[in-house]
């Protein structure tokens, strides 16, 4: 583990800051990665391509990051430092509001009901990938498969549960096709 460390540290922050365009997230996501790969040191002995294991530990993981912020910036509002009064506060409540919120549960509560007629295989990537946020790597070793298989099981999954949507009018609206 040492001698990984050694020979690819550099490596992965000089591709870590190349991601994030910025020092401070560059070294936190790189201790990231470091932890990663020792908790799945086990797993060194069997790669054949430690750089490129390292690379792919490096990108899902910075894509997890992203696409937790993503999701967190989208419920949260930025707020100007100094400022006492939650940013929510100012914004007059109207019965729109209401009505949008009980739409997205709507949605929301629609979406749950197509996800549990998935086959179980599907239903379990699924959740262990979108609802508990969990690697692909994490979800190989969960469920006992490879990463490919997590990785098909994924899309076939996605594709199956939009085709379920679009066949219910109810839910048709909603999707949004490519």
């Known amino acids: 583990m040492e001698n990984v460390y050694a020979e690819y540290n550099r490596y992965i ?41 390292l690379t792919t530990i490096c990108m899902n993981t910075f894509r997890d990051r992203y696409r937790k912020n993503v999701r967190r910036s989208k419920h949260m509002v930025q707020q100007p430092e100094g400022l006492d009064v939650s940013l ?11 009505a949008e919120l009980l739409e997205q ?3 929301s509560d629609m979406i749950r009901g ?15 990938f979108y609802v508990h946020q ?3 790597i994490e979800i190989a070793e969960t469920m ?27 839910t048709r ?3 949004v096709t490519a």
């Open 134 to 136: 969990l690697s692909l």
């Open 173 to 175: 609206e909603y999707v």
């Open 105 to 107: 549960q709507d949605v």
């Open 144 to 170: 006992k498969v490879s990463i490919g298989t997590v990785k098909s099981r994924l899309f076939r999954g996605k594709q199956r549960l939009k085709d379920m949507l679009m066949e219910d009018a109810r």
């Open 13 to 53: 922050y000089h591709l870590c800051l190349k991601l994030t365009r910025n020092k401070a997230e560059a070294e936190d996501l790189m201790q990231e990665v470091w932890l990663k790969v020792v908790r799945y040191e086990s797993s060194i002995k069997d790669v054949d391509h430690v750089k490129a294991w």
């Open 114 to 128: 197509k996800i549990s007629e998935l086959d179980s295989i599907y239903r379990t990537t699924i959740l262990y």
């Open 88 to 98: 929510l506060d100012l914004i007059p409540s109207d019965s729109a509001g209401t």
